[in-house]
């Protein structure tokens, strides 16, 4: 591996467009197909969702993925 | 999984009590010594046949394990609580069966150095001593392909006071198997927790 890899970190915004729309992560998770935990650890930033869950996120919220995922940069 | 495995999957779970009442029932009494006319004679026959029938049915259903890929999901999925709901949990269970994986092979080679190594701690007569030394150590390595072939404790002939003799793992090949079974349950539910926290 190298030494030079760029960890990217993912900051999710993912509690506050549930918040805008009054919705429990509960809710949410039923929206998108997913369980309760999966929701809770995207918001938390314990887990980083795949290509297809972001898309399906960002349909469901009616934005980019950008305006719901951005990335922090950070040296390992 | 397919209609027929459902059932027999079905037959076989109620089965288990139903062997054990018959179990209780058959040995109720003295059968052997009994009229063979008699109800005991009946149902001891009829227990025999019902154990062979459930025994035949709980091998075809190890083998199907082996050969089904859904039966394998559907039955072995919910007895080692594997639960792949969304990808993240696709995920865990995919990093804890290799750590389970990983750590079933570290235990395995553990077992099988266990199984193969042998050591003797002795004392042997003071006329049979070696340079003025009765105390012994003796060291082996040894390998069968079958269990028929009897375990040789090195230098057995020589009449002597073991102090500690290990040749080869002292569970049974069942007991191991079965130690076996539920350490990777454990492990990998153990592994799944941690990686959720």
């Known amino acids: 591996m190298s030494r030079c890899a760029m960890q990217l970190k993912i900051v999710s915004r993912l509690h506050i467009l549930r918040a805008e729309k009054r919705m429990t992560q509960e809710q949410l998770a039923r929206e998108i197909g997913v369980t309760r935990a999966t929701v809770a650890a995207i918001e938390r930033g314990d887990y980083n969702p795949s290509l297809e869950l972001a898309f399906r996120l960002a349909r469901f919220f009616g934005r980019n993925i950008e305006a719901i995922f951005s990335v922090e940069e950070g040296e390992r | ?197």
């Open chain 2, 1 to 197: 999984m397919k209609r027929y495995d459902s059932v027999l999957l079905r037959v076989f779970l109620w089965g288990i009590p139903a062997i054990a009442i018959l179990a209780f029932l058959a040995g109720y009494g003295d059968w052997k010594s009994a009229d063979p006319a008699g109800w005991q004679h009946l149902l001891n026959k009829g227990f025999g046949i019902i154990l062979a029938l459930w025994m035949g049915l709980a091998l075809f259903l190890s083998l199907r394990l082996i050969l089904s890929e859904p039966l394998r999901d559907a039955v072995l999925a919910r007895l080692t609580f594997i639960r792949e709901r969304d990808e993240r949990e696709a995920i865990l269970t995919g990093r804890a069966t290799k750590a389970t994986f990983l750590m079933s092979l570290a235990v395995l080679i553990l077992l099988f150095g266990l199984s193969v190594i042998q050591v003797s701690v002795y004392r042997v007569p003071p006329d049979r001593a070696i340079h003025g030394k009765t105390g012994m150590v003796t060291l082996g390595v040894g390998f069968n392909l079958f269990d028929q072939a009897e375990r040789k404790i090195p230098g057995a002939v020589v009449p002597r006071r073991d102090i500690f003799s290990y040749a080869g793992f002292p569970f049974s090949s069942s007991a191991l198997i079965l130690i076996l079974i539920v350490g990777q349950i454990l492990f990998y539910n153990i592994s799944v927790r941690r990686l959720i926290r």
